[in-house]
């Protein structure tokens, strides 16, 4: 039988022009870094945006925001406040602040939910912040979300590269659209995961910078936007 939450989940996003889900198949790799400064460039550039946070295991975006004292708007489903000129929904208003919450199949369902019942507006662009790994999240949104693509983020370590193989290629074989690969927290100048990345068949979108005037800008977004992260961010939000 038909999962009626598809039907849902499709009307749900139908106004709704690109879905990106930022992912990776490691976690510190900078994925809410990235999502988070890719919603906030997309903003500056004058495009409707929403940012939905479903990392389970350590959702990070409401901090990095600092979108504290908001609270979606319950009606016939979730409103999601605007913070920094997006709409901004996560799935700590689900579950909290605990610690590991959900677990198993209940993970599943909440990330589900979130999705059939989150009022969105009419926005050129929604940037999901995903859980690392390549397990139920990405095979339910794979499942869920019919126009979803992929914006894939490793470190330079061979150890992080190894998964985005392993997630590329996954996708490939779905038929899923990757945007490409951004390799973060870069310390020198090697193009060797480039020309992996592009021996892969995928897009190399760009190389970020280690910044370490990322940490004291947590929390306040304009002065995120000023980092070198921002800027390179900045120039991938114009190419996407
Ligand atoms: N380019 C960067 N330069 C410096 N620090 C970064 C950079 N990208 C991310 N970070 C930091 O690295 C840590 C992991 O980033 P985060 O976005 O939380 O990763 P993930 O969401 O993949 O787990 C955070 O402390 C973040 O502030
Ligand atoms: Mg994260």
Known sequence: MADPRVNIIDKRLKNIRRIIAVSSGKGGVGKSMVATTLALSLVKRGCKVGLFDLDFTSPSTHIILGAEGVQPCE???LIPP????????????YSGN????????????????????????????????MPPGIGDAVLDLIRFVKRIEFLVVTTSSQLAFETVKKLGGLLQELGVPVLGVVENMKMTEST?????????????LAGIPYDPKVEAAIGD?????????ARKVKAIAQTV
Request: aromatic content about 8%.
């Open 75 to 77: 009606e016939k489903g």
């Open 98 to 129: 605990h610690a590991a919450p959900l677990r198993g199949a209940d993970t599943s369902n909440a990330l589900i939910e979130l999705l059939a019942v989150t009022l969105w507006s009419d926005l050129d662009y929604l940037v999901i912040d």
């Open 221 to 229: 977004a304009e002065n995120l936007l000023k980092t070198e992260v």
């Open 192 to 204: 060797n995961l480039q020309q992996q990345t592009e021996a892969l068949g995928l897009k190399f």
């Open 82 to 93: 605007v913070v920094h000129g997006l709409e901004y929904m996560s799935l700590v208003y």
